[in-house]
């Protein structure tokens, strides 16, 4: 089984990999760069699932995979402030598509103002914290949480999530 990531983040290939290693132990993982074919700091759940939706169909179709994974972060504004929100798509290739999602989180004040006027989140966060390409490392969740939980583990639940239209597709027919 080929399992293709859309993203070649070393954190979302390490999550999608650890992820699924279990469920599909004898499975080849192959990283692309995809595009998500939303705007580059999605707004909203409805965006977000549409980015991690395409990256799943789009890895999927690059790769002639079994299965893609599409991983998507986004924000949305609550009545409680800005928070993160987090999407993973798993795409097989008849066309069924999971999602599993989550990882809300309050986004402070300093860094949603940011955002509001148009900057990402990573660099948000980068500028925050007088550092470079933390999306790449432990991320917002990671640096929020004090390390507590960090993007690969977060992600990794979200991955494992994902999986239940394709692990019990009688269920879902």
């Known amino acids: 089984m080929k399992i293709a990531i859309g993203s070649k983040n070393p954190v979302k290939v390490a999550a999608v990999t650890d992820g699924l290693r279990e469920a599909f132990p004898e499975a080849e993982f192959v990283a692309v760069e995809v595009d998500s074919g939303i705007s580059s700091q999605p707004l909203g759940d409805d965006e977000t699932i549409r980015g ?5 169909k789009e890895s999927l179709k690059v790769c002639g995979a079994d299965l893609g994974v599409g991983l998507e972060g986004g924000v949305k504004d609550t009545e409680h402030g800005m928070m993160n929100t987090v999407w993973c798509a798993i795409a097989d290739n008849k066309g069924k598509v999971s999602l599993g999602g989550g990882l809300h989180i309050h986004i402070p004040n300093i860094v949603a103002e940011k955002i509001r006027k148009g900057m990402e989140l990573g660099k948000a966060m980068d500028e925050l914290t007088n550092r470079e390409n933390t999306k790449q490392q432990e991320g917002a969740i990671g640096i929020l949480t004090k390390g507590l939980i960090d993007r690969k ?6 991955v494992r999530l994902a999986t239940t239209k394709i692990l019990n597709s009688d269920l879902y027919s």
């Open 52 to 56: 991690a939706v395409n990256r799943a």
């Open 153 to 158: 583990r977060g992600y990794e639940s979200l």
